[in-house]
């Protein structure tokens, strides 16, 4: 099998242009699991293996694919809760099953090998080991089949998670601070999105005005948008959007950061079906079209990344993807940025400067209507905050709201392209998708 | 209020070495006259490692700003909590920054903008860390 590393795909410079295959490559389906809180380790049914193998055969299903057509496979290796985890990432080895779940792939990891194997896919020609999460390998897959790589590929997002709370253990349980860890842990810095985000967002209160539960209406929204997204946690666990109050006196975690501002781990998986788009107008649902794909890994100029480091990496993602898209931020009809810590969204909002929003505008943005049904129908997938975090319902809300099948989330505004991810201002990467190819 | 312990690497000895006797230095690249911390193998400017050289700031800093861990996932910070991180920036060059538990002040009282001066702290048994206290 061929290494992710071995296929030139990232958009990850300034200035590279339009995308040689903009509109040339669409998806075609989609397909999720239950998702789950977590997995009892003893169902078989509700292992990471069984609900991959039903998001592939939905997405396919959608699509009108068999599996003889299928001959590329993404699969992200990673159960993503985390290498510093002990009981909550550490989950092996351990007692097995009877095959195919006489090993962790199966239970808690998925990758290609494991799906050919399980599923019977004959005809597969690029699975590539090493897959980085789901905000590249929508891109890696939209270059893989505009460069001919393949011509049908799955790609898939198993997120897991188990008994234990999120990420104890491991090197977090460690007396030690060893490698890039030496600079952060011994001042109590585990490592993450939130440390990254959590200090850039208390010098954005200080310099734009506001306070730090202004976030509330953006994350009630999310919620809202949850419950109107019939496969996410909120809405098949009925968990009904927080008040004000619940917000402001839930539990803190890095305070100012609460509870509500992280999303919840889940076990779950998704699939999304890739193709030409030539091959796609052929198929059982209506594709829609990838635009553009960028990615971004900045590096961090000190210890802990500032405002002014944020601001510069999301403006430079907005122009790079504006850039390979030959759209601007006023063509962008559904803007679905990565939210799971809420206090990063806002950084995206502004960079990317969806309907207008400047620098410094977001939480005045988020205090008007953002609902779904308004003029401003931001986030309208609800996120990860809204569905668990399966770091998937942005991208399945995009082509929902392009397809006009987004149900009682169908935004009233116009809906021809979309803008998703999942990125944290240093590193990941962006897909733009539209209803028509041009 | 035991600290975690770094554990020095290569590139980071001479680091420890010098916070053990009591002195920051960080690393400069003198053709590009960059100040840069943690350590890295080249310069983030130019990419050279052939003018890094081991400087000795002033130890004077401001807190810039911070938060308060509450529930941290470090298990053995966990019986500190809730305590502060402050994020201090590096008068000499304030794009250089630190964090600081700021030794002294209590979980919320923290005076953002500050300042405050280098100080030392022993983790282990002849293991010092960097931190920063508020000047009175
Ligand atoms: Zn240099």
Redo the contacts with the bound molecule.
């Keep these: 099998m061929t290494s992710s590393n071995d296929f030139q795909w990232r958009r990850d410079q300034d200035g590279l242009g339009v995308w040689e295959h903009r509109g040339q490559v669409a998806i075609a389906g989609y397909g999720h699991s239950p998702v789950d809180r977590r997995w009892d380790e003893k169902n078989l049914d509700t292992s990471l293996g069984a609900y991959t193998i039903m998001a592939c055969e939905k997405a396919m299903e959608q699509a009108g694919v068999t599996i003889d057509q299928v001959d590329g496979i993404v699969c992200c290796d990673s159960h993503i809760a985390g290498g510093s985890g002990g009981t909550a990432s550490q989950w092996a080895p351990r007692p097995y099953f009877d095959p195919p779940y006489d090993s962790e792939y199966g239970l808690t990891l998925i990758n290609a090998q494991w799906l050919i194997d399980n599923m019977g896919f004959k005809n597969v020609k690029f699975a590539p080991t090493g897959v980085p999460t789901i905000g590249e390998m929508v891109g890696m897959a939209s270059q893989a089949v505009g460069d001919g790589v393949c011509s049908t590929c799955l790609v898939i997002y198993p997120t897991g998670n188990m008994e234990g709370r999120y990420r104890r253990g491991g090197e977090n349980a460690d007396d030690y601070a060893r490698g890039a860890r030496q600079w952060t842990v011994p001042w109590g810095n585990h490592g993450g999105n939130d440390f990254i985000n959590i200090f850039p967002h208390r010098q954005y209160l200080m310099k734009y005005g506001g306070e730090h539960e202004d976030l509330v209406h953006f994350v009630r929204n999310q919620h809202k948008n949850g419950m109107l997204t019939p496969w996410g946690y909120n809405a098949t666990h009925n968990i009904q959007p927080i008040s004000v109050e619940d917000y402001i006196g839930s539990r803190p975690i890095l305070n100012p950061l609460r509870i509500w501002d992280c999303d919840r781990p889940v076990n779950a998986s998704a699939a999304y079906l890739f193709t030409t788009s030539e091959r796609a107008r052929d198929m059982k649902s209506q594709p829609v079209y990838v635009l553009n794909h960028s990615q971004h890994n900045f590096r961090f100029r000190t210890t802990q990344p500032d405002l002014d480091e944020v601001e510069m990496w999301t403006d430079r993602q907005a122009a790079r993807m504006y850039e390979g898209a030959g759209l601007g931020p006023a063509d962008v009809d559904i803007f679905n940025p990565y939210d799971g810590y809420s206090i990063m969204t806002q950084f995206f909002l502004e960079g990317f400067q969806w309907h207008g929003v400047k620098r410094g505008e977001a939480l005045s943005f988020y205090a008007g209507d953002i609902s779904v049904k308004g003029p401003h129908p931001f986030s309208s997938s609800g996120g990860n905050l809204g569905n668990g975090r399966t770091r998937t319902a942005m991208y399945t809300d995009s082509i929902e709201q392009l397809r006009g099948t987004a149900g009682d989330r169908q935004v009233t505004v116009r809906a021809e392209t979309a803008l998703c991810a999942f990125t944290t201002p240093s590193s990941g990467g962006w897909l733009m998708l539209g209803k028509y190819p041009s | 209020m035991p600290k975690i312990i770094p554990v020095p690497d290569e590139l980071s000895q001479p680091f420890w070495d010098a916070v053990n006797e009591r002195r920051l230095v960080i690393q400069n690249?003198?053709?590009?006259d960059?100040l840069q911390y943690p350590p890295q193998a080249?310069?983030?400017?130019?990419?050279?490692s052939d003018?890094?050289e081991w400087q000795e700031p002033e130890g004077k800093g401001h807190i810039a700003a911070y938060i308060v861990i509450e529930d941290g996932r470090l298990n053995r910070r966990m019986p500190d909590q809730p305590y502060n991180l402050a994020l201090v920036t590096l008068d000499q060059d304030p794009t250089v920054n630190f964090y600081s538990n700021l030794p002294g002040v209590p979980a919320y009282e923290v005076p953002v903008g500050a300042a405050v001066e280098l100080t030392f702290e022993e983790v282990a048994p002849g293991q010092l860390i960097h931190e920063w206290r508020v000047v009175e």
């Design positions: 690249c003198t053709a590009c960059k080249v310069c983030q400017i130019c990419g050279s003018w890094l």
